[in-house]
């Protein structure tokens, strides 16, 4: 064998040694603090996307209001949703599995933790390029194929109506460049597709690390059922972001180049976006809900003093919505002339993907039944969460029923029936998880006063604002209307949802007022604050950087649970006698590692190679003018000069280089761009 | 506090892989099993659009099979050295090694100015642009991603050897790079011939 000559080692290229302050965060490749930035950044956008609603509810709060114009209402819907779906639901579901997974399997870090860093940057990227229409949106740049440049109507030239504005499933032609001239819609697609890079890294790297990070003992029907959902989620990812990565490259080639793929005009055939939104689009539903189901499947069982009833029935119900989800994408399409058996077929199979679903509602409901229930706020949530989205389930499965689907499209009913999943389902169960993996951050457990509170307005405010749209739908309220006449008498109904809008609003300011004093003041949790089941208890808390002490071996579902309770004669949990010696057995060992622990070091260059795509970006919108194609080439010498300095810094073990992760598939992973 | 280190040259963290595949291998299958839908879009977009009659000059009308056939032949050839390589590695034969890595880069060159021409022959000859109907825009688009997968494969197989010239030879985990690279350099092969058989030769 030849030998290994030396990597280059020259001073730029070493590896950032801050472990404090700024830089540490920037070069972080440490699985825990990627997921703290991912909370923290996806909470912020989930302020601004609420912000955008309440606008859009004051706008509702009577008939013929004049508060919104119609162009500022028609951005700050299409915000909303891009918002609370991109930039926040499928974010903070990012924060959840990189907190947990590698604690929950049992490992030190990811498969590749500075993929998992350049994961992070390029979605913060993404979002914030998204955000910069407002500074970038209008610039003047010569005329492109579009043939006009910036926002004609004078309406849009409002700080909000500048604001992309076609929905965010950007129906086309609608969102086309002849009916969407202006920048808006590019930054919309071009903010989406940079997204779709974070999120198809992250999921190359969560699949990896659940399949091959695992402990020793921790058999693939050993792992939390959180585990599991993150891994359908991620193939979910996997098979659906390449979709939606060409139709979004065909939409911006239509309105940057010239292209005619959805122009009806020109011979494109508008419907096929539809078809391509979809297909991606209904995955990304169950990306949006599985994490939650994932987050209530390990809540229930601890507050329930039960194990999770059928774990594997949860699991397979879970993959089996997987595999179903990418079969039913044209219900969302049945008003759009699909042919009968296309609707007949899509129907049938919407049916089917409720039972799945079913399964798992009665899964929940069965790991309740005669358990030892504490209504703690994260049980609370999750009860919440089933609650809520059986409602939203029941009123999904009105959509296979085609004529009646006919009826409710585009009413108020459908808005009903995904806040209904999504809010009722998806962040009732992320603020479970929330709540309930709080101590693993802080050490500290949130104020129990106050997060009842938050709960009990939250659920009414919650109900107060999307039960009464089923009402307001089937009454024949059109979607995305900006104003309704008195006449109609929906006044008073969309008066009570304004109000309880601002309800929510007033819950999640409880919640970050209890998330700020109990950081500080909460009280401290020790080892075991909820008498938990699962390994990633098993460790102190705050979580130390390293993990795990020592390496776990696993030796049954509910490892930790195993090691606290065993079963009397007639089948019941008792506590096992040496329990508390075990937890404090646990709690030293894990405040003192007996052999030096060697951790993957930060580097600069994720976030450098982040930094080049916005600037990509920018340069495709404006590539007429000369310095439009020059910020292409400096977005992509950033990125380019970002993969070589990732490429030749020193790996920390010479003798073992590359264990990390190779410059080619990162190489590969770039292109998609 | 613990005693952590962050440059020591101690064993990684009980770097067992749970399924006995190398992570980076294990992540390029992953990562290739989505690109089948990238391209899986693609070709599905070409069949939707590349059968229409529009007014204006479609692919199919224009198509030179004799051509695009000994282009495909070179890039299927160079699967093959692709797996010389591979061999000429796991015998530790760097010379060889860098000889059929070279190879294949310059077969895959060689199909991507097969590409550029054919390319310009449409455009100049017929008039056939990207923006003349939806089915030459599908065409370009698809080939223009497949052309743009080559180019990279061609930089990752040159920046091997590159390395392998520099080092005087890849060590054992590079020889995992070229693993990495020649998966990869095999799914942009397969996949030309999903679209030479479906895009070029069933096409009327």
Redo the contacts between chains.
């Keep these: 064998m030849t030998t290994t000559a030396s990597r280059p080692s020259a001073t730029i290229f070493r590896r950032p040694a801050a472990t404090e302050g700024f830089w540490s965060w920037v070069t972080t490749v440490d699985h825990k603090r990627i997921g703290i930035m991912y909370g923290y950044t996806a909470f912020t956008f989930f302020i601004i996307g609420g912000v955008e609603a309440l606008l859009l509810r004051i706008q509702l709060a009577q008939p013929n209001n004049e508060f919104l114009t119609a162009a500022e209402y028609n951005a700050l819907f299409t915000t909303h949703g891009v918002t609370m779906v991109f930039l926040f639901v499928m974010p903070v579901a990012a924060a959840f599995m990189n907190y947990l997974l590698p604690l929950m399997i049992g490992a030190r870090d990811v498969a590749f933790p500075r993929m998992n860093a350049l994961s992070f940057w390029i979605f913060l990227a993404g979002g914030l390029f998204l955000y910069s229409v407002i500074f970038f949106g209008d610039v003047t740049a010569p005329l492109g194929v579009q043939g006009v440049a910036g926002n004609l109507d004078p309406s849009d030239q409002t700080l909000l109506g500048g604001l992309p504005d076609g929905g965010w499933f950007l129906y086309q032609p609608n969102a086309g460049p002849s009916f969407s001239p202006g920048h808006a819609i590019d930054f919309a697609a071009l903010g989406i597709q940079i997204l779709g890079i974070a999120s198809l890294i992250s999921a190359v790297n969560f699949i990896t690390t659940i399949f091959n990070m695992r402990a020793k003992g921790m058999r693939l029907l050993r792992m939390p059922v959180f585990v599991w959902m993150m891994l359908v989620v991620a193939f979910l990812l996997l098979f659906s972001l390449p979709i939606i990565a060409i139709a979004l490259f065909m939409v911006t080639f239509d309105r940057s180049f010239g292209t005619t793929f959805f122009q009806a005009a020109s011979g494109g055939d508008p419907v096929l976006w539809q078809h391509l939104f979809w297909l991606f689009g209904h995955p990304e539903v169950y990306i949006l809900i599985l994490p939650a189901m994932g987050i209530v499947s390990e809540v229930l069982p601890v507050f329930s003093k039960k194990p999770l009833f059928g774990y594997a029935a949860v699991v397979f119900a879970g993959a089996g919505i997987g595999f179903l989800g990418f079969g039913v994408w044209a219900h969302h399409m049945f008003a759009s002339g699909i042919t009968p058996v296309a609707q007949a077929a899509f129907g049938l199979a919407t049916m089917t993907i409720a039972v799945p679903t079913g399964i798992k509602i009665f899964n929940w409901m069965g790991t309740m039944w005669g358990g030892r229930l504490r209504f703690t706020t994260p049980m609370l949530f999750s009860i919440g969460f089933v609650a809520m989205f059986v409602i939203g389930g029941l009123s999904g499965v009105t959509h296979s029923i085609v004529p009646s689907d006919w009826q409710q499209t585009d009413t108020y009913w459908i808005v009903a029936h995904f806040h209904y999943v999504l809010f009722g389902g998806a962040i009732f169960g992320i603020f479970a998880g929330l709540y309930y993996w709080f101590p693993k951050i802080t050490g500290r457990v949130m104020n129990e006063r106050l997060g009842k509170a938050h709960f009990w307005i939250q659920f009414v405010g919650f109900n107060l604002t999307f039960a009464p749209m089923h009402w307001l739908g089937l009454q024949g309220m059109v979607r995305r209307t900006w104003k309704y006449a008195p006449e109609v008498n929906m006044g008073p109904w969309n008066l009570a949802v304004t109000i309880g809008a601002f309800t929510i609003a007033l819950a999640v300011l409880v919640f970050m007022f209890n998330w700020i004093w109990s950081r500080r003041k909460g009280e401290p949790s020790g080892l075991d604050p909820w008498d938990a089941r699962t390994i990633e208890w098993t460790i102190p808390n705050p979580t130390p950087e390293y993990n795990f002490a020592k390496s776990p071996v696993v030796h049954s579902l509910d490892e930790f649970w195993h090691m606290k309770y065993t079963e009397d004669e007639d089948g019941r949990a008792v506590r096992r006698d040496d329990a508390e010696e075990t937890l404090a057995r646990l709690e030293m060992e894990g405040l003192n590692p007996t052999e030096p622990i060697h951790l993957p070091a930060p580097s600069y260059f994720p976030a450098m190679m982040a930094l080049g795509l916005p600037f990509i970006g920018y340069g495709i919108i404006y590539h007429t003018a000369l310095w439009g194609k020059g910020l292409i080439v400096l977005g992509a010498l950033i990125t380019i000069a970002g993969l070589l300095g990732w490429g030749m810094e020193p790996l920390e073990e010479p003798h073992e280089a590359g264990h990390d992760e190779p410059e080619t598939a990162d190489a590969v992973a770039e292109e998609h761009d | 506090m ?18 006995g ?1 190398d ?2 291998k ?3 299958w ?2 290739l ?3 089948f ?2 391209f ?3 070709i599905t ?1 070409y069949l ?2 590349g059968g ?1 009659d ?1 007014e204006s000059v479609v692919p199919r009308e224009i198509y030179d099979i004799p051509f695009t056939s000994v282009s495909s032949f070179v890039l299927l050839m160079s699967s093959l050295t692709m797996v010389l390589a591979h061999d000429a590695l796991s015998r ?1 034969d ?1 010379e060889a090694t860098r000889t059929w890595l070279l190879a294949t880069a310059m077969l895959g060159a060689v199909f991507l100015g097969g590409q550029v021409f054919e390319f310009y022959e449409f455009i100049t000859e017929y008039g056939m642009t ?2 003349t ?2 089915a030459a ?2 065409f370009y ?1 698809l080939t223009g991603f497949h052309g ?2 080559v180019a ?1 494969g061609v ?2 197989l040159l ?1 091997l050897v590159g390395m392998s010239r ?9 020889g ?2 070229l693993e ?2 020649g998966l ?1 350099w095999h799914f942009v092969d397969i996949i030309w011939i999903v679209i030479f058989t479906l895009v070029y030769l069933l096409s009327d």
């Design positions: 613990a005693d952590l280190a962050h440059d020591a040259p101690v064993a990684h963290h009980d770097e067992h892989e749970s399924t595949i992570n980076r294990l992540g390029m992953v990562f099993s989505s690109e839908l990238f899986g879009a693609l977009n939707l659009y229409r529009f530790r760097q990207l923006t109907n939806p825009s599908s688009l743009t997968h990279v930089l990752m920046s520099r080092q005087g030879g890849l060590s054992e985990s590079q995992m790079n990495l690279v990869y």
